[in-house]
């Protein structure tokens, strides 16, 4: 289907057009349109946290699919506007801006930020992979990374933690998740990034299916699934039902 984007400002600027006729696929959302054209013009991708998405002349969400015939335009901040603070926790179809987490979680008396970016390989378990699709439950999701944050505040001396996650389509190289962590001192700061990461892994309602090179593809399992799939087989003597008395290893 066809659409019409419209470009204003510093944008315009750098695309060179007020405007562009693109032919994009059905159930296009705006945000992957954004992100189809931040790799076509890479000095957007700076502009990805302070635009604001619209289509047909109204605010809209950066899912709002888009339909033939529809204008979409992606808005810079406008004269005298504030540019929209930055969430700790967010699920997004956005590309991700690790600098922008270590502006929020960093403050004076931090003497450490760790940032960990997790990024999209070509492969996983030895076989070739083309790319990703992530989803997510956001609703569940944004409270449970929250959640995670306070564990980690509870066990380690640590101060600011925020996570972005993206869903969608990623390609291979593409940043799928940052997590950024501020202490007074880095061994906490190392450890606590180390858990939350782990501990997203294992509850957040976040799935993630791999597209091989070979057109197969698979939802691969989280990380409770990966350590079941390690543990030792039952001991003699088990049955159905009733395992015997013996600790499983972890």
Request: proline share 7%; with cysteine; aromatic share 8%.
């Amino acid at each position: 289907m066809r659409v019409t984007v419209r470009f204003f400002a510093l944008h315009r600027d750098i695309v060179g057009a007020p405007e562009l006729q693109l032919d994009v696929p059905d159930g296009t959302t705006l945000g992957q349109l954004w992100s189809r054209l931040t790799e076509q013009y890479p000095a957007l991708l700076p502009a990805t946290r302070s635009v604001m998405f619209a289509l047909n002349q109204a605010y809209a969400d950066p899912a709002t699919e888009l339909h033939e015939c529809d204008e979409a335009a992606f808005i810079p901040p406008v004269s005298g506007g504030q540019q929209p603070e930055v969430a700790a926790f967010a699920i997004t179809e956005q590309p991700l801006d690790g600098a922008a987490l270590q502006r929020l979680v960093q403050t004076s008396q931090d003497g450490a930020v760790v940032l960990f970016s997790g990024v999209v390989r070509d492969n996983f378990g030895g076989r070739a992979t083309e790319y990703l699709v992530y989803e997510a439950y956001a609703a569940m999701a944004l409270p449970v990374l929250e959640q995670i944050a306070a564990e980690a505040r509870q066990q380690w001396p640590i101060g600011r933690v925020a996570v972005h996650h993206r869903v969608g389509r990623l390609a291979i190289g593409e940043t799928a998740v940052i997590v950024a962590v501020a202490a007074p001192h880095r061994q906490a700061a190392f450890e606590a990034a180390a858990y939350v990461m782990d501990r997203i892994k294992e509850i957040a309602p976040i799935w993630k299916r791999e597209h091989w090179a070979d057109g197969a593809a698979d939802w691969v399992g989280d990380e409770g699934e990966r350590k079941n799939q390690e543990r030792a087989p039952c001991p003699e003597g088990t049955r159905h039902g009733h395992p015997a008395h013996e600790e499983p290893n972890a």
